[in-house]
């Protein structure tokens, strides 16, 4: 999953007309006592290779969102079901990459019971970080805090999110 830009898209339901499956993604923030992981991607992916990420992986046709969440979570980090207190889904976003094409991006948080990680190939480092703290990592995936402010980690930033209609009528 590359997507190059904020802002991300509130979006209320999880299906979203026009984004093909193969722009649907996961994306899982994995919490411990408070603190997050950050997941540096590696040299042997085709992409944000060196960048900081949350847990993330496609869609695959057929599977609940919460089915390949915990299936990346197990891939990426060893976390099965029994090690997790909690899977909570967050809203589902838009976001544009470096083209403008539209990804639809399933959010969750993982909050687990470990501290240790196993990390597959796609990763060569992990660190806790508070949420407010992340903004250290400079080389981070910008669509990141996104992400963070959907499931709640950081506060929403609402100058720099775009509200769909519905939630504008809110207000």
């Known amino acids: 999953m590359s997507m ?46 060196g960048l900081w990420h949350c847990i993330s992986g496609f869609l695959e046709p057929g599977t609940a969102p919460e089915r390949q969440a915990l299936e990346e979570l197990s891939e990426e980090t060893g976390l099965e079901a029994k090690d997790l207190l909690d899977l909570r889904p967050g809203p589902p976003l838009v976001i544009a990459d470096s083209t403008g094409a539209p990804w639809l991006v399933h959010t969750f948080t993982a909050v687990t019971t470990r501290r240790r990680l196993r990390l597959d190939w796609e990763h060569d480092s992990y660190r806790w970080a508070t949420a407010t703290k992340t903004k250290r990592f400079t080389n981070r995936v910008n669509w990141l805090d996104n992400v963070l402010e959907a499931t709640g980690h950081l506060p929403h930033v609402l100058s720099q999110v775009q509200r769909t209609p519905a939630q504008q009528q809110e207000t």
Request: with cysteine; glycine share 14%; hydrophobic share 35%.
């Open 4 to 49: 190059e830009t904020s802002p991300g898209l509130y979006c209320p339901g999880t299906a979203v007309k026009g984004i093909p499956t193969e722009r649907t993604v996961i994306a899982a923030v994995i919490e411990w006592r408070g603190k997050i992981a950050l997941f540096r991607r590696s040299k042997g992916v085709g992409y944000d290779s």
